[in-house]
């Protein structure tokens, strides 16, 4: 009988779970009714803390209505439950309306879990039948194609869903024979969009032709999960060996040699650690391309929203998108805290006793043609031959501020090259140039020098 089945299951689920407190998503329907009542009958859950959240998302005129019927429910259950309100942003390029309430849903999930909180979703194995077939339709790889996972890392706490094997016809029969009470929202019965495209459209002639087919598929995402953990363990160790020793480089081409089915995973953990957003897959086999076809000389660049991929020599950098700072920027320099354009950082002057105040100097940026003489005797450099020799990307070379006399010499490049006119001055002071930086900085993006 399903109703055992869905009791015993929801005890053993429990026994397997990390400690942690219990919040149930309720949105009034028939899943998330049903399984808030299973776990308002489990005594372990309830020593828990069980709570429930109802997230109302404005989008319907009767969502009042909808949170007035889930405090009612809970209250007969005696189950404390949170409302919360959320705007759902107007529709964007590549983002419809589901996806932004979804976003935005457990965007206010996230921000009510506590460190090692468990939030119970009633997601069911015909909800992973059709993720499943939304990835593929989608072009996804056994990360996608392996869908919804029982338990998964959310926020600081936990997704966790216990129904994920039981067929939707389960939990109905449950809340029918226990008489319980649920919302029908209309929005499920828009064949415009895709899921309901497929439950209403698709699915049923699936399942008339091959009636195991729900099974058959979430067989096939435990196995594209099982090989998406696989992978995600290698591309960590290939990572490890191919990750340069700034965190933002890949070791080119190590990076390129790695088997296809390696090479797009470490790419995109690579990014997250730097939490950067992917690329799509196009955009990822552009870069592949480009990094592939360019000559040694060249420094191609691939961008998409959120993220810049450079090559300089044997290293790929990974970045923020980057602005050079106004050409025409000058500002007077007396050695107190200079802040620079662009969120590029703070220059100043620091000694061992009181910060020195100098007759004011100029600070702009690179124009072009600047050279400085490090130390007496030696010839005049272009700035352009010591960032080469220096290894600095030339994407950052425009955003090093550089320190002049008023008469216009050059006296400093950055905190990283004195002229001897800038030592004799500095020395005299007893002080030295510090630039702080900030996040878009030298960052991630140069070498330390």
Not at 41 to 58: E, M, N, P, Q, T
Not at 129 to 139: D, H, I
Not at 332 to 348: C, I, K, N, V
Not at 362 to 385: K, M, N, P, Q, Y
Request: glycine share 8%.
């Amino acid at each position: 009988m399903p109703i055992h089945r869905i009791h015993d299951l929801i005890e053993a689920a429990l026994v397997e779970l990390p400690p942690g407190p219990l919040l149930v998503t309720l949105s009034g329907g028939l899943d998330s009714t049903t399984l808030l009542h299973a776990l308002a009958g489990s005594a372990a859950a309830r020593a828990r803390g069980l709570r429930a959240v109802h997230i109302d998302h404005g989008l319907h005129e009767d969502s009042a209505s909808w949170s007035d019927h889930c405090r009612d429910y809970t209250d007969a259950l005696g189950v404390e439950l949170i409302i919360r309100a959320v705007n759902v942003p107007p529709r964007r390029a590549g983002l419809g309306r589901e996806a932004s309430a979804r976003r935005a849903r457990y965007g206010a999930i996230e921000a009510l879990l506590a460190p090692g909180d468990i939030v119970a979703l009633a997601h069911h194995r015909d909800d992973q039948a059709e993720t499943v077939l939304l990835k593929l339709m989608r072009g996804a790889g056994p990360e996608g194609v392996g869908a919804m996972r029982t338990l998964r890392k959310l926020g600081r706490g936990f997704a966790w869903r216990p129904l994920l094997g039981l067929p939707r016809a389960a939990l109905r029969e449950y809340a029918e024979h226990y008489q319980l009470d649920w919302l029908q929202d209309p929005s499920n019965a828009d064949p415009t969009i895709d899921r309901n495209y497929l439950r209403m459209q698709v699915m049923p002639r699936i399942l008339q032709r091959w009636p195991e087919a729900e099974t058959s598929i979430a067989q096939s995402a435990a196995w594209a999960r099982a090989a998406a953990s696989f992978i995600d363990g290698e591309a960590g160790r290939a990572l490890a060996r191919t990750q340069g020793l700034d965190p933002s480089t890949l070791r080119l081409r190590e990076w390129l040699e790695l088997p296809q089915a390696l090479r797009d995973p470490v790419l995109r953990r690579w990014l997250r650690s730097l939490d950067l957003p992917e690329p799509t897959h196009y955009q990822a086999a552009e870069l592949v391309r480009q990094l592939g076809e360019a000559g040694e000389d060249r420094q191609p660049c691939v961008r998409w929203p959120g993220a810049e991929m450079r090559r300089y020599r044997d290293l790929l950098h990974a970045l923020a998108p980057l602005q050079l700072p106004p050409f025409e920027w000058t500002a007077e320099f007396d050695g107190s805290d200079l802040a620079l354009p662009m969120d590029l950082g703070t220059l100043r002057l620091v000694s061992a006793g009181s910060r020195p105040h100098i007759a004011p100097l100029r600070v702009r940026f690179r124009r072009g043609g600047e050279s400085l003489r490090l130390s007496s005797g030696a010839h005049t450099r272009e700035l352009r031959d010591l960032f080469q020799e220096a290894g600095i990307p030339p994407w950052q070379r425009g955003r090093l501020p550089l320190v002049f006399e008023p008469d216009g010499a050059l006296l400093a490049v950055a905190d990283l090259w004195l002229s001897e006119a800038g030592t004799r001055l500095f020395d005299a002071h007893d002080a030295r140039i510090e630039w702080t930086q900030r996040g878009a900085g030298r960052g991630r993006s140069a070498p330390d020098i």
